[in-house]
Protein backbone atom coordinates (compact mmCIF):
# COMPACT_ATOMS: atom_id res chain seq x y z
CA UNK A 1 0.00 0.00 0.00
CA UNK A 2 1.38 3.43 -1.09
CA UNK A 3 1.81 5.52 2.13
CA UNK A 4 2.82 8.43 0.62
CA UNK A 5 1.17 12.22 2.03
CA UNK A 6 -1.82 12.95 0.11
CA UNK A 7 -1.28 16.57 0.64
CA UNK A 8 2.61 17.59 0.79
CA UNK A 9 3.11 21.27 1.37
CA UNK A 10 6.32 23.05 0.66
CA UNK A 11 7.22 26.15 2.48
CA UNK A 12 9.47 28.16 3.30
CA UNK A 13 11.15 32.03 3.78
CA UNK A 14 11.06 33.68 0.17
CA UNK A 15 13.93 32.87 -2.33
CA UNK A 16 14.14 29.45 -0.49
CA UNK A 17 12.85 27.70 -3.94
CA UNK A 18 8.85 26.89 -2.96
CA UNK A 19 7.40 26.75 -5.69
CA UNK A 20 10.31 25.54 -8.01
CA UNK A 21 10.21 22.46 -5.47
CA UNK A 22 6.33 21.69 -5.45
CA UNK A 23 6.37 21.57 -9.38
CA UNK A 24 9.14 19.34 -9.63
CA UNK A 25 7.31 16.82 -6.39
CA UNK A 26 4.38 16.86 -8.23
CA UNK A 27 5.51 15.73 -11.42
CA UNK A 28 7.51 13.26 -9.95
CA UNK A 29 4.42 11.72 -7.56
CA UNK A 30 2.14 11.99 -10.60
CA UNK A 31 0.46 15.03 -7.89
CA UNK A 32 -1.97 17.77 -9.19
CA UNK A 33 -0.16 21.15 -8.26
CA UNK A 34 -1.74 24.09 -6.31
CA UNK A 35 0.61 26.90 -6.96
CA UNK A 36 0.31 30.16 -5.37
CA UNK A 37 -1.45 32.86 -7.35
CA UNK A 38 -0.22 35.14 -9.61
CA UNK A 39 2.25 38.27 -8.09
CA UNK A 40 1.07 40.21 -5.65
CA UNK A 41 0.50 43.42 -6.74
CA UNK A 42 1.51 45.56 -3.24
CA UNK A 43 4.75 43.45 -3.43
CA UNK A 44 6.83 46.00 -4.39
CA UNK A 45 5.28 48.94 -2.14
CA UNK A 46 5.87 46.39 0.73
CA UNK A 47 9.36 46.13 0.55
CA UNK A 48 9.50 49.86 0.37
CA UNK A 49 6.83 51.06 2.26
CA UNK A 50 5.95 48.00 5.14
CA UNK A 51 3.78 50.76 6.86
CA UNK A 52 2.27 51.53 4.22
CA UNK A 53 1.21 48.79 2.26
CA UNK A 54 2.01 45.94 4.64
CA UNK A 55 -1.66 45.47 5.54
CA UNK A 56 -3.08 45.58 1.83
CA UNK A 57 -0.27 43.03 0.98
CA UNK A 58 -1.36 40.43 3.51
CA UNK A 59 -4.56 40.76 2.89
CA UNK A 60 -4.10 39.75 -0.84
CA UNK A 61 -2.08 36.72 0.04
CA UNK A 62 -4.51 35.55 2.67
CA UNK A 63 -7.55 36.49 0.21
CA UNK A 64 -6.00 34.67 -2.61
CA UNK A 65 -4.63 31.12 -0.64
CA UNK A 66 -8.05 30.81 0.90
CA UNK A 67 -9.95 31.30 -2.60
CA UNK A 68 -7.53 27.75 -3.74
CA UNK A 69 -8.91 25.91 -0.56
CA UNK A 70 -11.52 24.16 -2.73
CA UNK A 71 -8.71 22.71 -4.45
CA UNK A 72 -7.68 21.56 -1.62
CA UNK A 73 -10.64 19.56 -1.18
CA UNK A 74 -11.67 18.18 -4.10
CA UNK A 75 -11.92 14.86 -4.37
CA UNK A 76 -10.15 13.97 -7.52
CA UNK A 77 -7.06 15.31 -6.22
CA UNK A 78 -6.43 12.22 -3.98
CA UNK A 79 -7.79 9.15 -6.34
CA UNK A 80 -4.28 8.85 -7.12
CA UNK A 81 -1.06 11.00 -6.44
CA UNK A 82 -2.37 13.53 -4.10
CA UNK A 83 -1.89 17.45 -4.48
CA UNK A 84 0.99 19.11 -3.90
CA UNK A 85 1.03 22.84 -2.76
CA UNK A 86 4.09 25.40 -2.51
CA UNK A 87 2.49 27.09 0.63
CA UNK A 88 0.65 26.33 3.86
CA UNK A 89 -2.01 28.46 4.90
CA UNK A 90 -0.76 28.85 8.82
CA UNK A 91 2.21 30.24 6.94
CA UNK A 92 0.47 33.58 5.94
CA UNK A 93 0.75 34.75 9.71
CA UNK A 94 4.30 34.41 9.56
CA UNK A 95 5.06 37.50 7.00
CA UNK A 96 2.09 38.76 8.80
CA UNK A 97 4.08 39.28 11.94
CA UNK A 98 6.66 41.01 10.17
CA UNK A 99 5.13 43.23 8.85
CA UNK A 100 2.01 44.36 10.25
CA UNK A 101 2.13 46.95 13.49
CA UNK A 102 0.28 45.45 16.65
CA UNK A 103 -3.60 47.13 15.64
CA UNK A 104 -3.01 45.97 11.96
CA UNK A 105 -2.23 42.11 13.19
CA UNK A 106 -5.01 42.61 15.56
CA UNK A 107 -7.36 43.11 12.44
CA UNK A 108 -5.68 40.38 10.20
CA UNK A 109 -5.66 37.98 13.43
CA UNK A 110 -9.76 37.98 13.08
CA UNK A 111 -9.80 37.59 9.31
CA UNK A 112 -6.94 34.82 9.56
CA UNK A 113 -8.57 32.67 12.22
CA UNK A 114 -12.20 32.79 10.52
CA UNK A 115 -11.05 31.91 7.62
CA UNK A 116 -8.64 29.37 8.49
CA UNK A 117 -11.39 26.86 9.93
CA UNK A 118 -12.23 26.01 6.45
CA UNK A 119 -8.42 25.04 4.68
CA UNK A 120 -7.33 21.56 4.98
CA UNK A 121 -4.41 20.93 7.07
CA UNK A 122 -1.41 18.69 5.15
CA UNK A 123 -0.26 15.46 6.00
CA UNK A 124 3.33 16.40 5.68
CA UNK A 125 5.11 20.18 5.69
CA UNK A 126 8.87 20.54 3.62
CA UNK A 127 10.15 23.07 5.19
CA UNK A 128 12.99 24.11 3.69
CA UNK A 129 15.77 26.04 4.83
CA UNK A 130 18.99 28.92 3.60
CA UNK A 131 21.39 30.61 5.10
CA UNK A 132 20.11 34.71 4.58
CA UNK A 133 22.79 35.22 1.88
CA UNK A 134 21.64 32.37 -0.35
CA UNK A 135 18.23 33.44 -0.64
CA UNK A 136 19.63 36.82 -1.00
CA UNK A 137 21.38 35.57 -3.88
CA UNK A 138 18.22 34.03 -5.23
CA UNK A 139 15.77 36.34 -5.46
CA UNK A 140 18.15 38.50 -7.32
CA UNK A 141 18.62 35.99 -9.76
CA UNK A 142 14.80 35.92 -9.68
CA UNK A 143 14.45 39.13 -10.81
CA UNK A 144 11.51 41.69 -9.67
CA UNK A 145 11.49 43.06 -6.08
CA UNK A 146 14.34 42.18 -3.49
CA UNK A 147 14.01 43.26 -0.04
CA UNK A 148 16.85 44.26 2.25
CA UNK A 149 19.14 41.99 3.81
CA UNK A 150 17.87 43.12 7.40
CA UNK A 151 14.24 41.76 6.11
CA UNK A 152 14.99 38.48 4.56
CA UNK A 153 17.11 37.74 8.09
CA UNK A 154 14.09 38.73 10.06
CA UNK A 155 11.96 36.41 7.82
CA UNK A 156 13.99 34.00 7.54
CA UNK A 157 13.95 34.16 11.49
CA UNK A 158 10.21 34.06 11.73
CA UNK A 159 10.14 30.38 9.82
CA UNK A 160 12.64 29.19 12.23
CA UNK A 161 10.72 30.10 15.34
CA UNK A 162 7.56 29.07 13.74
CA UNK A 163 7.99 25.25 12.71
CA UNK A 164 10.19 25.27 16.17
CA UNK A 165 6.89 24.82 17.66
CA UNK A 166 5.27 23.36 14.96
CA UNK A 167 2.78 20.35 15.20
CA UNK A 168 -0.29 20.68 12.73
CA UNK A 169 1.19 17.97 11.04
CA UNK A 170 4.12 15.92 10.36
CA UNK A 171 7.21 18.11 9.41
CA UNK A 172 10.46 17.40 7.10
CA UNK A 173 13.08 20.16 7.21
CA UNK A 174 15.76 20.77 4.35
CA UNK A 175 18.67 22.26 4.60
CA UNK A 176 18.74 23.52 0.48
CA UNK A 177 21.58 26.28 0.90
CA UNK A 178 24.69 24.15 -1.11
CA UNK A 179 22.04 22.58 -3.61
CA UNK A 180 19.46 23.08 -6.79
CA UNK A 181 17.47 20.42 -6.98
CA UNK A 182 16.35 21.79 -10.18
CA UNK A 183 19.85 21.05 -11.45
CA UNK A 184 20.44 17.90 -9.40
CA UNK A 185 17.74 14.95 -10.61
CA UNK A 186 19.63 12.05 -7.94
CA UNK A 187 19.15 14.65 -5.31
CA UNK A 188 15.37 15.23 -6.15
CA UNK A 189 14.83 11.01 -6.34
CA UNK A 190 16.96 11.01 -2.77
CA UNK A 191 14.58 13.46 -1.18
CA UNK A 192 11.36 11.51 -3.22
CA UNK A 193 12.11 8.62 -1.13
CA UNK A 194 13.11 9.99 2.02
CA UNK A 195 9.40 11.96 1.92
CA UNK A 196 7.80 8.08 1.24
CA UNK A 197 9.69 7.32 4.71
CA UNK A 198 8.52 10.12 6.61
CA UNK A 199 4.99 9.49 8.64
CA UNK A 200 4.87 11.34 11.96
CA UNK A 201 6.65 13.95 13.83
CA UNK A 202 9.82 16.30 12.93
CA UNK A 203 12.54 14.97 10.80
CA UNK A 204 15.51 16.86 9.15
CA UNK A 205 17.31 16.11 5.75
CA UNK A 206 20.40 17.31 4.43
CA UNK A 207 20.51 16.51 0.78
CA UNK A 208 23.84 15.11 -0.52
CA UNK A 209 25.11 18.15 -2.04
CA UNK A 210 25.14 20.00 1.73
CA UNK A 211 27.02 17.46 3.59
Not at 96 to 110: C, I
Not at 150 to 158: F, G, K
Not at 176 to 185: A, G, K, R
Request: aromatic fraction near 10%; glycine fraction near 10%; hydrophobic fraction near 40%.
Amino acid sequence: MDARPRYLAVEGPLGVGKTALAGLLAARLGARAVLEPGPNPFLGGLYDEPRRDGFQAQLYWLLSRYQQKDELHQEDLFARGGVVSDYLFACDRILAQVNLSRDELMLYDKVYRLLGREVPRPDLVVYLQARPEVLASRLKRRGGPVPGREYIERVNQAYAEHFFHHGDSALLAVNTSEIDFVENPAELDDLVAVIGRTRAGVSHYSPLGSR
